[in-house]
């Protein structure tokens, strides 16, 4: 009963919007045509799941959401050991670190493509000393994309995974120190397995954000060069085209990928949200 | 932020809400001010700044509009938006005095694009088309046909001489504005119809051969993928790296601005053919005043519109920021050969003979599906088109019957 607030307050923000898109999704809708509206039944659907062009932005998405987490989750670690490590300063490294997640994504995605334009703005052409046209290629153009997303979200990884570091208790590494084990073992037979849970937390919340990536991919090529995910799809359909039948069906299925994503970690994976932390398994 | 409200119960003047993209010379502004000035306290223009890119002003306006905002009053409309807005009941057809009125004078092409089903929804305002930009220091007779400017640039190439031509090869609105003059140049066209694919084999072939031969070759600039009119198009020229340029008449404007050495050994002439035979049909661009659906005092925004498209704005646009008047007539003023040196007649039977583009409420469906189909240039085997053609035509028929994804 006294989470009857919450409740009410969930269905408001969360079910309400996620219901009149699916209701949406069912019909012929299109503000440019406010006379021709019509229920459609499922045939939106099968126009999106029919289209080669969805199942193409898929595959970016997938590509772009793969790569981009796997590099996060590599270098998020390290940065998580150097942090734990850190005796001085710590609360300064620890907030520098976070800089980059605290800068709006649309400010870093425009300083990322100034940085790699070929025209007269960019710098890492004359730096490196090529001339390379980044955003007039396919996989020039998902490089930078992914590098601009690794670099924002690199810290959110790193906290979530020093925050799994912090519980392991340190006489664990002591034993083992006295039982002979080296650096490597000690990370790979204690450290890793300790923080499996902090790690797959981490990779879940990661997930689900990488698959909905916009911004970078909006600023920087607006979907060109079959850059183009599965979120830009969506937009373009709902705001450009103003179809909002075609449109509500691409978020619906993309709502349901992310479900999909998310019940593959938790039940599969063995996920624990509310207890992601050794001690309490 | 936008004033919100128009009525004023006290007898002042009514703020009526004019959106449309700014212009760097601040034409906008002058023609709000003298409109407003000439009201006797009728109403007053507040200028609300759409974004630079015509898709982004779209979809702002959009936005707004398919939400009944009453605080849109005047509409600088881009001229391919007029008959989805007007299908959507968006904007008020103007009342036949007025019709009259805003389209007397003006170059028959342009009227169309103001026009939806024989009603005027549009004041035009402006208009606007590209010639051909060469360097007379490198060019000694512009060439007339596209194959003859390839040509002419591999020429130069292989003199060691600046040789590309400039093209607006990014994925967005300007593309469809090349390819909508290659094909209308080579006699076919999009659309016959509001929601019937014309796309005619020949011209349409030609077109596209065009387009992959210039992307294949050293003609291409090493950015003609991304390039727009600004960033790789007169800014590149500019900088003396191209030999040609296909572009509006701001360009002239920038270069002599920028770079006079430039500036000066910049040419003109009418954009080239596709078949030898055949006269070229230059883009069309510009901007028409619609009239907001639900803006509370329509009797006022056609008469601020009538304003803001009549002979005196139009010359306040020419002479702050270099555009194109949409009344013939105008052309031998001397705020036109001004601002056009030697070219002003170039400019004036080039909007007289434009191929526009498209008229169909499902306009930007048309548009995305050339954008997917033929983006990049480069993608486009100049030896075998039949393929590309295909899938345009498909993507094409989907788009008018608003079908499938872009």
């Known amino acids: 009963m006294l989470c009857a607030p919450a409740v009410i307050a969930m269905l408001l923000v969360t079910a309400y919007p996620i219901g009149y898109a699916v209701v949406l999704s069912l019909q012929n809708l299109d503000l440019r045509f406010p006379n021709e509206t019509s229920w459609a039944g499922l045939s939106n659907y099968g126009t999106v799941l029919s289209s080669s062009l969805w199942w193409q932005d898929v595959l970016n998405t997938v590509l772009i959401a793969?790569?981009?987490?796997?590099?996060?989750?590599?270098?998020?670690?390290?940065?998580?050991?150097?942090?734990?490590?850190?005796?001085?300063?710590?609360?300064?490294?620890?907030?520098?670190?976070?800089?980059?997640?605290?800068?709006?994504?649309?400010?870093?995605?425009?300083?990322?493509?100034?940085?790699?334009?070929?025209?007269?703005?960019?710098?890492?052409?004359?730096?490196?000393?090529?001339?390379?046209?980044?955003?007039?290629?396919?996989?020039?153009?998902?490089?930078?994309?992914?590098?601009?997303?690794?670099?924002?979200?690199?810290?959110?990884?790193?906290?979530?995974?020093?925050?799994?570091?912090?519980?392991?208790?340190?006489?664990?590494?002591?034993?083992?120190?006295?039982?002979?084990?080296?650096?490597?073992?000690?990370?790979?037979?204690?450290?890793?397995?300790?923080?499996?849970?902090?790690?797959?937390?981490?990779?879940?919340?990661?997930?689900?954000?990488?698959?909905?990536?916009?911004?970078?991919?909006?600023?920087?090529?607006?979907?060109?060069?079959?850059?183009?995910?599965?979120?830009?799809?969506?937009?373009?359909?709902?705001?450009?085209?103003?179809?909002?039948?075609?449109?509500?069906?691409?978020?619906?299925?993309?709502?349901?990928?992310?479900?999909?994503?998310?019940?593959?970690?938790?039940?599969?994976?063995?996920?624990?949200?509310?207890?992601?932390?050794?001690?309490?398994? | 932020m936008v004033a919100g409200c128009g009525g004023s119960g006290s007898g002042g003047p009514v703020t009526l809400n004019w959106f449309i993209a700014n212009q760097p010379g601040g034409s906008v502004q002058e023609v709000a001010k003298r409109c407003t000035d000439q009201s006797n306290g009728q109403y007053q223009i507040e200028v609300q700044l759409l974004p630079a890119a015509a898709s982004d002003q779209r979809e702002q306006l959009v936005r707004r509009l398919a939400a009944k905002d009453s605080t849109v009053d005047l509409i600088g409309m881009d001229v391919i938006w007029t008959a989805e807005f007007a299908n959507a009941g968006w904007i008020r057809p103007f009342p036949s005095a007025q019709a009259n009125q805003v389209t007397k004078g003006v170059f028959p092409s342009v009227i169309k694009t103001a026009s939806f089903e024989n009603k005027v929804y549009g004041a035009p305002f402006n208009s606007n088309t590209q010639l051909l930009w060469y360097r007379t220091d490198l060019v000694k007779k512009p060439p007339t046909t596209w194959d003859q400017m390839i040509a002419q640039a591999k020429t130069l190439a292989a003199a060691g001489k600046p040789h590309t031509i400039l093209v607006q090869g990014n994925k967005y609105e300007g593309f469809v504005v090349w390819f909508n003059a290659l094909l209308a140049s080579a006699g076919g066209q999009i659309l016959s119809g509001p929601g019937t694919v014309a796309l005619q084999q020949g011209p349409t072939d030609k077109a596209l051969e065009v387009m992959g031969s210039l992307a294949n070759s050293v003609a291409a600039a090493p950015d003609l993928d991304t390039a727009i009119e600004g960033t790789g198009g007169s800014q590149e020229f500019e900088t003396g790296s191209a030999a040609f340029m296909v572009n509006y008449t701001f360009a002239y404007g920038s270069a002599q601005a920028d770079n006079p050495a430039i500036g000066k050994v910049m040419g003109s002439a009418r954009y080239p053919r596709v078949v030898p035979n055949l006269p070229s049909k230059p883009p069309l661009g510009g901007f028409n005043i619609g009239v907001g659906a639900y803006s509370s005092h329509p009797d006022l925004d056609f008469q601020a519109a009538a304003c803001i498209g009549d002979a005196q704005s139009e010359l306040i646009a020419t002479k702050d920021d270099g555009l194109p008047p949409s009344r013939p007539a105008l052309y031998s003023s001397k705020i036109v050969t001004d601002a056009y040196p030697g070219f002003a007649g170039l400019v004036k039977s080039s909007i007289e003979s434009a191929g526009p583009r498209p008229l169909s409420p499902a306009y930007q469906d048309v548009s995305l599906a050339i954008q997917d189909t033929l983006h990049p240039a480069s993608s486009i085997d100049p030896n075998d088109v039949g393929t590309t053609y295909d899938d345009l035509r498909s993507s094409l028929q989907d788009a008018v019957e608003r079908k499938g994804l872009f």
């Open chain 1, 66 to 281: 793969v790569i981009s987490v796997s590099v996060e989750l590599a270098l998020g670690m390290a940065i998580a050991l150097v942090m734990h490590r850190a005796i001085f300063g710590r609360g300064i490294v620890r907030t520098a670190v976070l800089i980059p997640y605290g800068i709006v994504t649309v400010v870093a995605a425009y300083a990322w493509q100034f940085a790699f334009l070929s025209a007269d703005t960019g710098f890492v052409n004359p730096a490196l000393n090529i001339h390379v046209n980044w955003f007039s290629g396919h996989w020039t153009s998902l490089a930078v994309i992914i590098m601009a997303e690794v670099w924002k979200t690199t810290p959110f990884m790193a906290l979530l995974l020093l925050a799994g570091l912090t519980t392991i208790d340190d006489g664990l590494y002591e034993a083992a120190k006295v039982d002979g084990a080296n650096a490597v073992q000690r990370f790979f037979r204690i450290t890793l397995p300790l923080m499996k849970p902090a790690i797959l937390v981490a990779l879940l919340f990661r997930t689900l954000d990488a698959f909905r990536i916009f911004d970078n991919i909006f600023i920087m090529t607006r979907g060109a060069q079959n850059t183009e995910s599965v979120s830009i799809l969506g937009y373009n359909q709902l705001i450009s085209r103003t179809n909002l039948g075609l449109g509500s069906a691409v978020s619906v299925l993309i709502f349901i990928a992310v479900l999909i994503i998310a019940f593959v970690f938790v039940r599969l994976l063995g996920v624990r949200m509310a207890e992601g932390r050794p001690g309490a398994t």
